[in-house]
């Protein structure tokens, strides 16, 4: 969210900072974030010294465990795009298109000895047309956004089943896959840091680094910006808001499958229900975004936020585990998850209060608040 | 409406507020269920033998019930995500009592509607109060209802459930005059909640929050207040259903209770007609959505189909639905422009 008020900047390192600071820059979502992940850092390492941790701490456990930030962070960079054109929109059904896209590629892939390659160009597409339905109904038919991708979810999560008549696919080709989502070693650097999982690179990096060129390079980026905040302007303004709300959902299918493509590697096998079982993927990836400051109700979200948010629970899960094994440590997971979700929806409640009694402190004071609230205002509409 | 020259002004004046006591969605919804119903009966052997209609009776009441909440929840234009996690957190505990200290029928019912409530009021001040959206809140108390429900099961199922719940719809003293009872229920609740939606002030206003909570408050209604109600109230059918659930389960319980329920419960919901946007919704839909929901799981299995295909029909009716919905509004608000 905006938290820098449209005044003057001031030059010079350390004013900037106040000016950043009195702007409430503190509580900002990602500063929220940082220093969360910075108490969690220090707090596991004073556990580990008192001997609480059940097994040495080490920077590779730590690494090792961002084999599971690979599918949260991209469904949650999914849930970003279409979160973002606003008015409600969601996306429900992205576990099911992995349960599906991951079905197809295994079936390419695995059964019918495709090209890698062209499996998974083939997934992508079925991906990208997955979501163009998700986006088609309910941008062109005005379906609630939430209605479209629960009958989606449905509706796919089941074909994903039936196809194979609930049977996963496996088998040695789909198996070397795994090496998709191994550690390895960086080149040149990597006898320094510790082995990360490829899915890192191979995956997450890429996407992440294309996303935010996306989102703040591109006119496509500015206009889903423009959209989410309000989209009667923004067509006013000439921009086609359906065309761009149904993309955001075609490219939310592509990521969909790119996490499909990922979770058959991880797991060695295709299986129906990968992005279903449980209480499935949509819900943490949702999770995830909002936590990183994603308005529910669209038009501001970043990158940056989202995936430090992933890191941030990623790595509290990993602590958790090694603090607390087995199922108490696993069900602990939950409410350190709850706990971390409304304690950051409340400090932004109250964030936004304190800015808006500022700007009406200054509206008294003197003519000048008048843009400041206006912004202000907007700001705690989108919230 | 104002040429309408009625002797009676009170009357007139009901009949203005009050939208129409059945809506074209139920009416369908009706049809819809009645064609299934005449052709199941057709291509299965014995999908309209009481043998089979019983159960699957029974096991509309969990969806319908959490479902009259839910309606109530949508219709002030919230949601409630968190209410897998609260069948949970009901089931294992009043399971849990029923094991160690074998509490009688009424107690136990009590004990899990009032743990629904104190669960559920969590969730409506949160939402009336903290000025988060809905969606956020229940996910957040989701997680927590999930941690209280998984330390209660102690990574265990519970096992050996007395047979108390038994009168909410299992085998000869689940029925009466051939109805089981846990529908019964349903159908009274569900009624309860009609009358309470259409004829009493409280019930009115929630659908004028779910309008503009800014012009309801301005009107003079407690926002606030209704909200938590409305949240607790949804709790309190979900202690309910979960007695149902026991009752319908085996005798032991395990972790999987609840899983997947509350898009079960808005699908339903959102079939009967009632909008996600909030201010327009009816129980009765929400009943008639959940029958349907279940019929097409019965009779993909009756006709020997993969089990797993009810589930894309659940997602087609839910389009179909909704976009019927969407349709008629267009229409209505054409007709309401001419005139």
Known sequence: ?383 | MTSRTDSAPATVSLRRILPPAVTGQEVVLVGVIAVLWVLLGIFTPSFLSPASVGPLLVNVAPVALIGIGMTFVIITGGIDVSVAGMAMVCAVVTARLLVSVEIPLIVALLVSVVIGGILGSVNGFLVAYARVHPIIITFGTWNLFLYIGYRTFNSSTVNGIPSTFDVFGKGAAGTTLGVPNAFAIVVALVAAAWWFLRYTRAGRNLFAIGGNAEAARLTGIAVRPRLVWVYVITGVMVGVAACVMLASGTSSLDQSVGNGKELEVIAAVVIGGTSIMGGRGSVVGTLLGALLVQTVSVGVIQLGWPSQLSRLFVGVFIIIAVGADILRERARRRSGRMS
């Open chain 1, 1 to 383: 969210m905006s938290t820098s008020l449209p005044e003057q900047r001031p030059s010079g390192a350390w004013p900037r900072i106040r000016a950043w600071i009195d702007g409430g820059g503190l509580l900002d979502r990602r500063a929220v974030i940082v220093v969360l992940l910075a108490v969690l850092i220090v707090v596991m390492v004073v556990l580990d010294v008192a001997g609480v941790t059940t097994a040495p701490l080490t920077t590779d456990y730590f690494a090792a465990s961002l084999i599971n930030i690979v599918p949260l962070a991209l469904l949650a960079i999914a849930e970003l795009f279409v979160i973002t054109t606003g008015d409600g929109s969601i996306d429900l059904s992205v576990g099911s298109m992995v349960s599906l896209v991951g079905m197809v590629f295994g079936i390419l892939y695995g059964t019918q000895k495709w090209d890698f390659a062209a499996a998974a160009v083939v997934a992508l597409l079925v991906g990208a047309l997955l979501g163009w339905i998700n986006g088609f109904l309910t941008a062109y038919f005005r379906y609630p956004a939430l209605i479209t991708t629960l009958a989606t979810y449905y509706a796919y999560a089941s074909i994903a089943l039936v196809i194979t008549n609930a049977s996963p696919i496996s088998g040695p080709r789909i198996q070397e896959l795994y090496g998709a989502a191994q550690s390895v070693e960086l080149p040149l650097i990597g006898a320094y840091v510790p082995l990360v999982p490829l899915g890192v690179f191979t995956f997450l990096l890429p996407v992440a680094v294309i996303a935010w060129l996306v989102l703040n390079r591109t006119t496509y980026g500015r206009q889903l910006y423009a959209i989410g905040t309000n989209s009667t302007a923004a067509s006013w303004a000439g921009i086609n808001t359906r065309r761009s709300q149904l993309l955001a959902f075609v490219i939310s299918g592509v990521i969909s499958a790119l996490v499909a493509i990922y979770t058959v590697a991880q797991f060695a096998s295709a299986r129906p229900d990968a992005g279903t079982s449980g209480p499935g993927m949509a819900l943490p990836a949702i999770t995830i975004a909002v936590l990183g400051g994603v308005a529910i109700t669209g038009g501001v979200g970043r990158i940056g936020g989202v995936l430090l948010a992933a890191l941030l629970i990623v790595w509290m899960n990993a602590s958790i585990l090694i603090v607390v094994p087995g199922n108490a440590g696993s069900q602990l997971q939950f409410l350190a998850l709850a706990v971390v979700l409304l304690g950051a929806s409340l400090v932004d409640v109250t964030n936004s209060r304190s800015r808006r009694a500022r700007a009406r402190q200054s509206t008294s004071a003197g003519g000048a608040g008048g843009v400041a609230e206006m912004a202000d205002s907007a700001a705690s509409r989108a919230e």
